[in-house]
């Protein structure tokens, strides 16, 4: 089969897991648990997208439950988190400006799986 093939489907079998929220940071505790909450995404592989927006590519369906299964586990008591998938052909036609400026979508990073 063709190269460009697979590359299309696989386009739709890969998601983007994306992880919005907006926690209290009142209180000197509310600040060390916002904050842990964030290191907790970023051990886990994600990154930032914008201050409270954070994102990871992931493989398959299968890998992506995994780490909306590790968010919903390292949810904080109070604030509001939203948790969503989108294919990587839907992430790919996201529009990112800087000011007025038109940036490209950066490709997703290479990542090492295990099983």
């Given amino acids: 089969m063709d190269e460009k093939y697979f590359s299309r489907l696989n386009q739709y079998r890969s998601l983007w897991v994306l992880v919005f929220f907006d926690l209290p940071t009142e209180t000197r505790k509310d600040r060390k648990i916002a904050?842990?909450?964030?290191k907790k995404l970023l051990d886990d592989g994600f990154a930032m997208f914008q201050f409270?927006?954070?994102m990871?590519?992931?493989?398959?369906?299968?890998?992506?439950?995994?780490?909306?299964?590790?968010?919903?586990?390292n949810l904080p008591p109070k604030g509001k988190v939203g948790?969503?998938?989108i294919t990587d052909k839907q992430f790919g036609m996201m529009e990112i400006f800087y000011g007025t400026k038109p940036q490209e979508t950066e490709p997703p990073t290479q990542q090492l799986e295990l099983f």
């Fill in 35 to 38: 904050t842990s909450f964030r």
């Fill in 56 to 73: 990871r590519f992931c493989a398959s369906r299968e890998n992506a439950d995994v780490h909306i299964k590790r968010t919903k586990k």
């Fill in 52 to 54: 409270s927006i954070y």
């Fill in 83 to 85: 948790i969503m998938a």
